[in-house]
């Protein structure tokens, strides 16, 4: 499955608190993207990069930042978690060269109580 | 930005027919039309994908078609298996060739009927 895995699988938070998420790839891609799923909306996109500490903005970006400083890791944090946050979280990566086939990962499952 | 719009929300056929899922787009810049199924529980997995310099594709049971003119383009699927049963999205790239990202259609929930 394309090299990605996400962490935490599944996570319950407070309103509130903050949470970082959490995509690893061992494909050396240089896209890599987070979108959100939910039921009747299908996936939306939050952020993506286009490299090392190359960052742009999604869709759906407010309440949400991302970081990366590593080429194989790209975090997804919610400063701030509100219950409109509740999703499920899949991140995917493509290899960008001539080509933008994304691939995702398992997914991350976010409660926020 | 762009808007993909996807129907039906659910569609059932018997097992050996033909599905048909359509999609339209807004933004003419769009250059690339995957198609993803994901089963409950699981990843989206990409099946098949167009370009826009392409009418059609063809990947054993599955095709895509593609009329640019129209901002339209279809996701056929012959003789139906159970293993089919899953929701399929579409999604387009927008000008930037999905290097900036998809927008993605909210899905067809397809039951493959014994």
């Known amino acids: 499955d394309a090299g990605i895995t996400q962490s935490p699988r599944h996570k319950v938070t407070e309103t509130g608190t903050p949470v970082t998420l959490r995509c690893h790839q061992t494909e050396n891609h240089r896209y890599m993207y987070w979108y959100r799923q939910d039921p009747g909306h299908g996936l939306r996109l939050i952020h993506y990069?286009?490299?090392?500490?190359?960052?742009d903005k999604g869709e759906v970006s407010d309440g949400y930042s991302v970081s990366r400083s590593k080429t194989e890791d790209f975090l997804l944090t919610l400063e701030s978690a509100t219950s409109s946050q509740t999703s499920v979280y899949f991140c995917a990566i493509s290899p960008g060269t001539s080509l933008y086939e994304q691939y995702f990962g398992p997914g991350t499952r976010l409660t926020v109580t | 930005g762009e808007n993909v719009e996807q129907h039906p929300s659910t569609l059932s056929v018997q097992e050996g027919d033909s599905a048909v899922i359509k999609c339209t787009y807004s933004?003419?810049?769009?250059?690339?039309f995957p198609w993803y199924k994901q089963e409950l529980g699981k990843r989206p997995q990409l099946i098949i994908d167009i370009r826009s310099n392409v009418g059609e594709k063809k990947d054993q049971r599955i095709a895509v078609t593609l009329n640019k003119t129209a901002k339209h383009f279809s996701l056929h699927i012959t003789e139906t298996q159970p293993e089919d049963s899953a929701v399929y999205f579409c999604a387009a790239s927008g000008g930037g060739g999905g290097a900036d990202g998809l927008t993605f259609g909210k899905g067809t929930h397809l039951i493959i009927q014994p």
């Open positions: 933004d003419s810049a769009s250059n690339y």
């Open positions: 990069s286009y490299g090392v500490k190359d960052t």
